[in-house]
């Protein structure tokens, strides 16, 4: 007797069609021996995502044996997280920031507060008199004298109910506060 085949095997070589199970195959579909209750397609079927499966976990696999060479890489996420953590409540972070920056890693997000000088064009009605000939005063060329304080107090009496303030520029900002954004 041959003990190296599979029952479905021997049975294929007899010339018996007669699965294992005891049942006969549908005519009408083809079945694969010792798996009658399955039409050759679902097994077909079956055999193509098992394929596609193994085709992913060994790409994957590949992509896992490769060598890190870069900080950034997303094998290397739980590793900053926790070394983040350690500087952090150590007391580190410079430290944590000069390595995370010379190995590419991420840099440490800070929530912050400050202060930003702006400088605004405002335009205000500033009262002015004096005495000119008629000519330059139908011209609008009379002569006139106003001081920074003549603007100032003019700013302080005026009532600006609405404010459009397109045209400014800013400069320098004074970081008062910091505190890490990433904790958790």
């Known amino acids: 007797m041959d003990t190296t085949s599979s029952p479905e095997d021997r049975n294929a070589d007899s010339g018996n069609t007669e699965t294992p ?20 397609s679902e097994l077909e079927e079956a055999l193509t995502r098992a394929t596609e499966h193994l085709t992913t ?3 994957e696999m590949e ?6 060479a870069d900080g950034a890489d997303a094998r290397l996420v739980p590793f900053w997280d ?15 920031d000069r390595i995370a920056s010379a190995l590419g890693g991420p840099q440490r997000r800070l929530a912050w507060e400050g202060a930003v000088s702006a400088t605004v064009t405002i335009s205000v009605d500033v009262p002015v008199a004096g005495i000119d000939g008629y000519q330059d005063v139908q011209d609008g060329d009379v002569n006139y004298e106003i001081t ?5 107090e003019a700013i302080q009496e005026a009532t ?7 045209d400014f520029e800013t400069s320098g ?3 008062h506060h910091t505190e890490d954004a990433d904790e958790d």
């Open 173 to 175: 900002v004074e970081i």
């Open 57 to 59: 976990a060994r790409a």
């Open 63 to 68: 992509r896992l044996r490769a060598p890190i």
């Open 160 to 166: 600006f109910s609405h404010w459009d303030v397109t």
């Open 148 to 152: 920074s304080w003549d603007v100032a």
């Open 21 to 40: 199970t005891g049942a006969t195959p549908d005519a009408s579909e083809p079945t694969v021996l010792g798996y009658s209750h399955l039409m050759r």
């Open 82 to 96: 926790k070394a983040r953590r350690i500087a952090t409540s150590a007391g580190y972070c410079s430290e944590f």
